[in-house]
């Protein structure tokens, strides 16, 4: 199959693209961005549908580009070659590698879905670094399933993507209102742990049972009010300087890895 060029600033398939920056036309369309090499491995591996691969060879770093585009030939996936102008146009960061697509989201049920081991509730995370820092750390401490509640930040903003380096493909991430998210958790006979720095109770030393879910607020406002009333414990990260307000993707890095090792 031939690969289709774009040079043109004023290319329709490009304006779409550029279009796609704004969350109201990501949700309408259902479609989203992936930028970079290594999130492009993670979503290549994933069961997401992809519709586009963008590539620009001119900003290629390294050899290993062209396995990965051959991973996606494979797959029989649409490739375009774009200049480095229109590359450079589209792309969302300062150095861009040239390894962009297009794919298609997903919105996930969670009554669809059989529950089971920790899972991590983002409360109103604002920020989409954060949100996909916290998406890393929890792939990282196999915490496979997060319930973005009351959600301020599209999941699948691009910047979300690249800070979770890809790792939003390989989990399983829900967009809940907090009432029904509770009731859900309530009815599995989830423990509802929340992170509260005005606890007296650490988290150090806590033992969660197999089935939890561990709530993290966001920086300004700390967890929702539904979330403390119907928490089975609210911990405190302990701290040597009596900070009390960390960064919201840091509180749940600590909060992931002590309930982690601590677990049944």
């Known amino acids: 199959m031939k690969t289709k060029k774009i040079t043109s600033l004023n290319n329709p398939e490009l304006k779409f693209l550029i279009s ?17 090499y290594r999130e492009n491995v993670q979503l290549i591996g994933s069961n997401y549908e992809i519709d586009t691969l963008y590539i620009c060879s001119e900003l290629f770093v390294g050899n290993n580009n062209f396995e990965l585009i051959d991973q996606f030939k494979i797959k029989q996936i649409r490739i375009v070659e774009l200049s480095k102008k229109v590359f450079d146009s589209l792309s969302y960061r300062d150095k861009p ?25 983002a409360d109103s995370i604002e920020k989409p670094g954060n949100l996909g820092t916290m998406i890393r750390t929890a792939r990282a401490f ?12 599209d999941i699948y903003n691009p910047n979300v993507i690249r800070s ?23 009815n ?34 700390g967890i929702s009010d539904i979330w403390k009333k119907n928490s089975s414990e609210l ?4 701290s040597i300087n ?8 840091g509180a749940a890095a600590i909060g992931m890895w002590e309930l982690y090792k601590n677990h049944e």
């Open 20 to 36: 796609l920056k704004k969350n109201k036309l990501r949700r309408n369309e259902n479609k989203s961005i992936a930028e970079g």
């Open 97 to 121: 590698d040239g390894i962009l697509s297009l794919f298609i989201t997903k919105k996930l049920t969670i009554e669809n879905f059989n529950l089971s081991g920790p899972i991590l509730v």
């Open 142 to 153: 196999n915490y496979l399933n997060i319930i973005a509640a009351n959600g301020v930040t």
């Open 164 to 186: 979770s380096i890809g790792h939003i493909f390989n989990i399983n991430i829900f967009s809940e209102d907090s009432q029904e998210a509770v009731s859900i958790l309530k």
């Open 188 to 221: 599995l006979n989830y423990d509802i742990i929340s992170l509260d720095p005005y606890s007296k109770k650490s988290i150090k030393s806590y033992k969660p049972k197999k089935n939890y879910a561990l709530v993290v607020g966001s920086e300004q406002y």
């Open 235 to 238: 911990l405190m990260i302990d």
């Open 242 to 249: 009596q900070v009390d307000s960390l960064n919201a993707s």
